[in-house]
């Protein structure tokens, strides 16, 4: 079957431009998450998400970034006035329920030069 | 705040040889996970260890957990070139918000050489 999927795979912006990643996960997956994985280090978590309710976003790092899940299915992070230090792998992760084992997307490359 | 090493961060070994790579944890946790990533790829899940003195064997990759030493290990037996990627150790805990909230480990280089 059909697992995570996101776009686009890489994407450049110039420093301010605002940036949409999409998130596609697998199908009836209620879970929803969001990481940031910077050159050569590990996945940091961002954003939870239980259907349509965003229950976590402890982890963002700032309100430059924002995220949603509205039909509880299709997620879309949005980073507003993109910096350098923005440039990362962005990953989504679903997961069937709470404390199943989550399933991660391909990730979406993100460059701001 | 839970953290979460692994080492070490770099490790290139030849063919055939055995090697371990470890992961400590700060605090108790629910679950730990073992995965793999290929240059340019996403995570891939190897191991999900759930309890004490857990043991899990895929090939030749052999994952273990002590919680009362917060320490994990993962065996590497008469290594092959195909097992060339980063690993990273992951532990799984309950958040205030009553969601899991993985916390990755930095990532182990592993480079086998024919």
């Known amino acids: 079957g059909a697992g995570v999927s996101q776009s686009p795979r890489y994407k450049v912006a110039k420093r301010g431009q605002d940036v949409a990643l999409r998130c596609d996960p697998i199908?009836?997956?209620?879970?929803l998450f969001w990481y940031q994985q910077a050159l050569g280090q590990g996945p940091e978590f961002l954003t939870y998400?239980?259907?349509?309710?965003?229950?976590?976003k402890s982890g963002l790092p700032s309100d430059r970034f924002f995220a949603e899940r509205p039909e509880g299915s299709v997620s879309t992070l949005k980073i507003q006035r993109t910096q350098q230090e923005d440039s990362a792998v962005y990953l989504c992760a679903s997961s069937l329920h709470r404390s199943y084992e989550q399933y991660f997307g391909p990730g979406t490359r993100l460059t701001v030069t | 705040e839970l953290k979460v090493e692994q080492n070490p961060l770099f490790l290139s070994m030849q063919e055939g040889k055995n090697y371990t790579i470890y992961c400590n944890y700060s605090t108790t946790s629910d679950r730990l996970y073992w995965y793999r990533q290929d240059p340019g790829k996403s995570l891939e899940s190897l191991f999900v260890?759930?309890?004490?003195?857990a043991v899990k064997q895929e090939g030749r990759l052999m994952a273990s957990l002590d919680t009362k030493a917060r320490l994990s290990t993962l065996h590497i037996t008469a290594a092959v070139h195909d097992l060339s990627a980063t690993y990273f150790c992951a532990v799984d805990k309950i958040s205030n918000f009553g969601n899991e909230k993985l916390t990755f480990g930095t990532g182990t280089r592993l480079t086998i050489i024919p």
């Open positions: 199908s009836g997956h209620v879970s």
């Open positions: 998400f239980q259907n349509e309710a965003q229950l976590d």
């Open positions: 260890l759930l309890s004490n003195g």
